[in-house]
């Protein structure tokens, strides 16, 4: 799960470091598990100070036993 407000715009660096968005939180989700972007691409919202890595805002949930 990627942790972050869902009312906001977000936007993501590709790999020639071209910004992409607005999108919306969904969005971001559904190209992450689609592999289209990584745990190392930059991703950024206006709540967001500088942009970070998609790792640095991603909530793994815990596994059931």
Known sequence: TIL???NKFWY????MHQQ???MSLE????????EK??????V????????KRLEELIQIP????
């Open 4 to 6: 972050g407000p869902s």
């Open 12 to 15: 993501y660096l590709d790999a």
């Open 20 to 22: 992409n968005g607005p």
């Open 27 to 34: 969005a971001l989700t559904s190209i992450w598990k689609e």
């Open 37 to 42: 972007i990584s745990l190392n691409t930059f």
């Open 44 to 51: 950024w919202h206006e709540d967001l100070p500088d942009w």
């Open 62 to 65: 815990p596994q059931k036993n």
